[in-house]
């Protein structure tokens, strides 16, 4: 106990506490740009870090991380745009409730599921620091690309049980993997789909693939109806829209906190990141639906569609880091960059962090903790005047929005072909809508696809085909035979 206030005061210290207020402030601003994302952000701040103790470096930048992860939500309730590349999941059911006059109980929910799964995360990082060891350990290639594959079997959640919705759905998903396999192949450096062009040597950036896919659409459909966002709807009342939407939160805690588990427990997992996490809540919010009925509110508005991934996005950071500091195994993107914040303080990942260094450990705890407590509070006393943006004409809204969209597209690799991607997946997300082809299954090949064919080639070339006989493979291989067929058991499928 001892360590673990000791890193609170060490946090309540006012030079700690002011830089992260300073860092949640940048968050912020991050949070809301579409695009940019946390991890780029955190890569431009680490050369200000050099001069700070380490708890006051952690306060800042983990400060500034965990907001971006929280506020990222709000532009996508609002404008059908993803904060960050990988927090799409909120626009499906998000959106869509802004548009029916409801972003106020939208956006409570959101930031309310938000803190929730953001303090699980915490008091997950605080108890399971000392005991992870073996769990991580557990987990090789193998048991990584089932963990992905598993990913791409919600698919069946996300896609209708209908046979027609279905092999849609599927075909989505194909095309997302068949979309990610652009570029150098990983293993050989060998050039596939790249067109001539040296930009797609790398493949295809998550970015303005989803904000194209996600945004134009929704920007095009409401130049057509010359309306607001939330059109010819009601005002919604604000303050009991925002109380709502945290009402729903606890409404549906259990949910929530299961959500939360699926954000931590892919958070551990070296490599798998947000997007896998955030789909998987998703997903798994479709199947708590008790019946078909219910199941077919998703995508048109349903608060647990906002409530699943709002919680997962944010418990995810705490996972995250569990593996980044018991072992120097960065769990996603931006724990990577973390590490180098570790190197210039000069601490190292590892057993130290766990006993000669714990205050600092337990310093990232309360810091997660108390950044988006202070944010939530700061966010639900805006919200006011946020959720009236939904109510402003489309055509003043119009070029706002298509500004975030492009600045957000163009400032992830600074290349002027991110905008031609951008609109090329723009133009294909329009005509997915207008066909009633899903969207999220092609998100969700998309972002696994590169996880799957790297932890494939790695079990295939040390294991040849014996991992199959792993005892946690074929666990994992029993459930995802659930995850695909669960939706047809509950409710007789319509043939």
């Keep these: 106990m001892e360590p673990f206030i000791d890193g609170l005061l060490l946090v309540l210290q006012w030079k700690a506490f002011s830089l992260m207020m300073v860092g949640m402030g940048l968050g912020f601003v991050v949070g809301l740009l579409p695009g940019i994302g946390g991890a780029a952000t955190l890569a431009l701040m680490i050369p200000f870090v050099f001069k700070m103790s380490p708890v006051e470096a952690f306060a800042f ?14 532009t996508s309730i609002l404008f059908g745009v993803p904060g960050e590349g990988l927090s799409a999941a909120t626009v499906v059911d998000g959106y869509p409730m802004a548009k029916r006059g409801e972003a106020g109980r939208a956006l ?21 620091i ?41 075909a989505m998903g194909l095309l997302g993997l068949l979309l990610s396999t652009i570029g ?3 293993q050989s450096g060998s050039l596939r789909f790249d067109m001539g062009l040296m930009y797609l040597w790398e493949g295809l950036d998550l970015v303005p693939v989803l904000v194209g896919i996600f945004a134009i659409p929704e920007l095009v459909d409401l130049a057509v109806r010359g309306t607001s966002i939330a059109g010819d709807k009601p005002a919604e009342n604000l303050s009991s829209g925002v109380m709502e939407g945290i009402k729903d ?52 508005g349903d608060v647990r569609g906002v409530l699943g991934p709002g919680a997962a996005n944010n418990s995810k950071e705490g996972g995250d880091l569990i593996p980044t500091i018991a072992f120097g195994v960065p769990g996603s ?48 006393a805006a919200l006011n005047h946020l959720a009236k943006l939904t109510y402003i004409r489309g055509g003043l809204i119009i070029p706002f929005v298509l500004l975030l969209v492009f600045v957000g597209s163009y ?23 207008r066909l009633g082809w899903p969207r999220p299954p092609l998100v969700l090949g998309f972002v696994l696809g590169k996880l799957v064919e790297t932890y494939l080639f790695i079990s295939v070339s040390r294991y040849g085909f014996s991992w199959l006989t792993h005892p946690l493979v074929l666990l994992l291989i029993g459930l995802m035979v659930v995850v695909i067929v669960y939706p047809f058991v509950r409710e007789k499928p319509a043939w």
Excluded at 340 to 369: C, E, N, Q, R
Excluded at 413 to 419: G, M, V
């Design 333 to 380: 993107g931006a724990m990577a960059i973390l590490l180098g914040a570790f190197m210039i303080m000069g601490l190292v990942p590892g057993p130290d962090m766990l006993t000669k260094h714990l205050t600092v450990t337990y310093s990232m705890v309360w810091t997660l903790a108390i950044a988006n407590i202070i944010t939530v509070l700061l966010s639900l």
């Design 130 to 170: 000392p005991i992870v060891r073996p769990l991580v350990l557990t987990f090789g290639s193998p048991e990584l690309f089932m963990l992905s594959v598993i990913g791409i079997a919600c698919i069946t959640s996300l896609s209708g049980l209908s046979l027609r919705a279905q092999l849609r759905g599927f």
């Design 411 to 433: 400032t992830a690799n600074n290349q002027i072909l991110d905008l031609v991607v951008t609109f090329c997946f723009g133009l294909l997300g329009y005509i997915m809508v």
């Design 249 to 300: 939160t606890f409404r549906h805690f259990w949910l929530v906190f299961r959500c939360s588990a699926v954000g931590v427990f892919v958070g551990i997992m070296p490599g798998a990141g947000g997007g896998v996490a955030q789909w998987m809540a998703y997903a798994h919010a479709v199947q708590s639906a008790k019946n078909a009925k219910e199941r077919e509110q998703f995508g048109k």
């Design 61 to 74: 930048l983990l400060g500034m991380h965990s907001v971006a992860a929280t506020t990222g939500d709000i």
């Design 108 to 128: 409570g929910a959101a930031l309310m599921s938000s803190l929730v799964g953001a303090l699980i995360g915490a008091v997950t990082l605080a108890l399971a």
């Design 184 to 186: 150098q192949e990983r």
